[in-house]
Protein backbone atom coordinates (compact mmCIF):
# COMPACT_ATOMS: atom_id res chain seq x y z
CA UNK A 1 0.00 0.00 0.00
CA UNK A 2 3.12 2.37 1.24
CA UNK A 3 4.39 1.71 -2.22
CA UNK A 4 1.40 2.58 -4.55
CA UNK A 5 1.21 5.88 -2.38
CA UNK A 6 4.91 6.71 -3.39
CA UNK A 7 4.09 6.17 -7.15
CA UNK A 8 0.60 7.44 -7.79
CA UNK A 9 1.19 11.13 -6.12
CA UNK A 10 4.04 11.79 -7.98
CA UNK A 11 2.17 10.88 -11.16
CA UNK A 12 -0.75 12.96 -10.13
CA UNK A 13 1.33 15.50 -9.51
CA UNK A 14 3.03 15.66 -12.69
CA UNK A 15 -0.93 14.86 -14.65
CA UNK A 16 -1.79 18.07 -13.25
CA UNK A 17 1.27 20.48 -13.90
CA UNK A 18 0.85 19.50 -17.84
CA UNK A 19 -2.63 20.66 -17.99
CA UNK A 20 -1.51 23.78 -16.35
CA UNK A 21 1.89 23.65 -19.16
CA UNK A 22 -0.92 23.61 -21.15
CA UNK A 23 -3.09 26.11 -20.36
CA UNK A 24 -0.52 28.78 -19.98
CA UNK A 25 1.14 28.25 -23.32
CA UNK A 26 -1.93 29.77 -25.63
CA UNK A 27 -1.81 32.59 -23.29
CA UNK A 28 1.78 34.08 -22.77
CA UNK A 29 3.04 34.71 -25.99
CA UNK A 30 6.40 35.09 -26.69
CA UNK A 31 8.45 38.65 -25.55
CA UNK A 32 9.92 39.04 -29.21
CA UNK A 33 6.17 39.71 -30.23
CA UNK A 34 5.89 42.33 -28.52
CA UNK A 35 9.20 43.47 -28.53
CA UNK A 36 8.86 43.56 -32.50
CA UNK A 37 5.63 45.71 -32.34
CA UNK A 38 6.98 48.09 -29.74
CA UNK A 39 9.89 48.66 -32.31
CA UNK A 40 7.44 49.42 -35.05
CA UNK A 41 5.51 51.59 -33.25
CA UNK A 42 8.54 53.53 -31.91
CA UNK A 43 9.44 53.84 -35.40
CA UNK A 44 6.04 55.48 -36.27
CA UNK A 45 6.39 57.48 -32.82
CA UNK A 46 10.30 58.37 -33.67
CA UNK A 47 9.88 59.22 -37.68
CA UNK A 48 6.06 59.01 -38.15
CA UNK A 49 6.69 56.35 -40.38
CA UNK A 50 2.94 56.14 -40.67
CA UNK A 51 3.32 53.22 -43.68
CA UNK A 52 4.08 50.84 -40.61
CA UNK A 53 0.63 51.97 -39.42
CA UNK A 54 -0.99 50.23 -42.19
CA UNK A 55 1.37 46.73 -41.00
CA UNK A 56 0.13 47.06 -37.01
CA UNK A 57 -3.38 47.92 -37.53
CA UNK A 58 -6.22 45.86 -38.07
CA UNK A 59 -8.02 45.77 -41.92
CA UNK A 60 -12.09 46.35 -42.02
CA UNK A 61 -11.83 42.45 -42.62
CA UNK A 62 -10.05 41.82 -39.63
CA UNK A 63 -12.20 44.61 -37.58
CA UNK A 64 -15.34 42.62 -38.52
CA UNK A 65 -13.95 39.64 -37.40
CA UNK A 66 -12.39 41.32 -34.08
CA UNK A 67 -15.63 42.94 -33.26
CA UNK A 68 -17.96 39.79 -33.47
CA UNK A 69 -15.73 38.10 -30.83
CA UNK A 70 -15.27 41.38 -28.56
CA UNK A 71 -17.55 41.11 -25.28
CA UNK A 72 -20.23 43.22 -25.47
CA UNK A 73 -19.02 46.13 -23.13
CA UNK A 74 -15.71 46.59 -25.28
CA UNK A 75 -18.08 47.10 -28.58
CA UNK A 76 -19.98 50.08 -26.95
CA UNK A 77 -17.93 52.78 -28.08
CA UNK A 78 -17.52 51.31 -31.88
CA UNK A 79 -20.82 50.62 -32.57
CA UNK A 80 -22.17 53.33 -35.04
CA UNK A 81 -19.20 52.98 -37.28
CA UNK A 82 -18.85 51.23 -40.02
CA UNK A 83 -15.78 48.55 -40.40
CA UNK A 84 -14.18 50.94 -43.14
CA UNK A 85 -15.08 53.90 -40.75
CA UNK A 86 -13.27 52.23 -37.76
CA UNK A 87 -10.45 51.35 -40.01
CA UNK A 88 -9.86 54.91 -40.69
CA UNK A 89 -10.45 56.43 -37.01
CA UNK A 90 -8.19 54.08 -35.77
CA UNK A 91 -5.66 54.73 -38.14
CA UNK A 92 -6.27 58.58 -37.72
CA UNK A 93 -6.32 58.64 -33.80
CA UNK A 94 -2.78 56.90 -33.87
CA UNK A 95 -1.80 59.75 -36.10
CA UNK A 96 -3.17 62.50 -34.39
CA UNK A 97 -1.66 61.69 -30.99
CA UNK A 98 1.94 60.89 -32.82
CA UNK A 99 1.87 64.68 -34.18
CA UNK A 100 0.47 65.66 -30.93
CA UNK A 101 3.54 64.17 -28.95
CA UNK A 102 5.85 66.01 -31.79
CA UNK A 103 4.32 69.08 -31.08
CA UNK A 104 4.43 68.98 -27.34
CA UNK A 105 8.36 67.99 -27.43
CA UNK A 106 8.75 70.97 -29.74
CA UNK A 107 7.06 73.18 -27.50
CA UNK A 108 8.87 71.68 -24.69
CA UNK A 109 12.17 72.22 -27.06
CA UNK A 110 12.89 68.65 -27.37
CA UNK A 111 14.02 67.41 -30.12
CA UNK A 112 11.49 64.12 -30.48
CA UNK A 113 13.21 63.16 -33.83
CA UNK A 114 16.30 62.22 -31.47
CA UNK A 115 14.77 60.28 -28.95
CA UNK A 116 16.24 57.39 -28.37
CA UNK A 117 14.24 54.11 -26.85
CA UNK A 118 14.68 53.13 -23.65
CA UNK A 119 12.66 50.44 -22.59
CA UNK A 120 9.14 48.40 -23.89
CA UNK A 121 7.07 47.36 -20.47
CA UNK A 122 5.43 43.47 -21.27
CA UNK A 123 2.10 44.19 -22.21
CA UNK A 124 -0.56 42.73 -19.56
CA UNK A 125 -3.06 40.55 -20.70
CA UNK A 126 -6.89 39.84 -20.22
CA UNK A 127 -8.73 37.23 -22.24
CA UNK A 128 -12.31 37.60 -22.63
CA UNK A 129 -14.93 35.01 -23.88
CA UNK A 130 -12.51 33.59 -26.40
CA UNK A 131 -11.24 37.48 -27.25
CA UNK A 132 -7.36 38.02 -26.39
CA UNK A 133 -6.34 41.71 -26.05
CA UNK A 134 -2.93 43.34 -24.35
CA UNK A 135 -2.07 47.05 -22.97
CA UNK A 136 1.58 47.71 -22.75
CA UNK A 137 3.75 51.10 -22.78
CA UNK A 138 6.79 52.47 -23.85
CA UNK A 139 9.35 54.64 -22.05
CA UNK A 140 11.00 57.08 -24.36
CA UNK A 141 13.29 59.70 -23.12
CA UNK A 142 15.69 62.62 -24.35
CA UNK A 143 17.87 64.59 -22.21
CA UNK A 144 16.34 64.50 -19.03
CA UNK A 145 12.59 64.30 -20.58
CA UNK A 146 10.80 61.04 -19.94
CA UNK A 147 7.75 60.16 -21.64
CA UNK A 148 5.44 56.50 -20.88
CA UNK A 149 3.80 55.64 -24.12
CA UNK A 150 0.88 53.43 -23.22
CA UNK A 151 -0.78 51.24 -26.56
CA UNK A 152 -3.85 48.44 -26.84
CA UNK A 153 -3.16 45.95 -28.90
CA UNK A 154 -6.34 42.84 -30.09
CA UNK A 155 -5.06 39.71 -31.15
CA UNK A 156 -6.83 37.98 -34.36
CA UNK A 157 -5.63 34.65 -35.90
CA UNK A 158 -2.70 34.80 -33.55
CA UNK A 159 -1.37 38.03 -34.68
CA UNK A 160 -1.31 41.07 -32.45
CA UNK A 161 -2.70 44.33 -34.07
CA UNK A 162 -2.72 47.63 -32.78
CA UNK A 163 -6.11 49.32 -31.64
CA UNK A 164 -5.32 52.66 -30.07
CA UNK A 165 -2.47 54.59 -28.44
CA UNK A 166 -1.91 57.23 -26.02
CA UNK A 167 0.12 58.82 -23.26
Given at each position: MKHLYRT???????FLCSFSLQANHDTKPSKDVFKKISK????????KDF????KLTPSRAILGEVMKQMPERDKEPWKQFSYKDLEKKINDAI??????????S???SVDFSRIRFVRHGRPSLKKEKGFEQA???LTISNSGSIMNIKY??????EKWYLMRIWY
Amino acid sequence: MKHLYRTTIPVFFLFLCSFSLQANHDTKPSKDVFKKISKDIFKVLKNKDFKILDKLTPSRAILGEVMKQMPERDKEPWKQFSYKDLEKKINDAIKKQVKRLHEESEMNSVDFSRIRFVRHGRPSLKKEKGFEQAEGNLTISNSGSIMNIKYHLVKYKEKWYLMRIWY
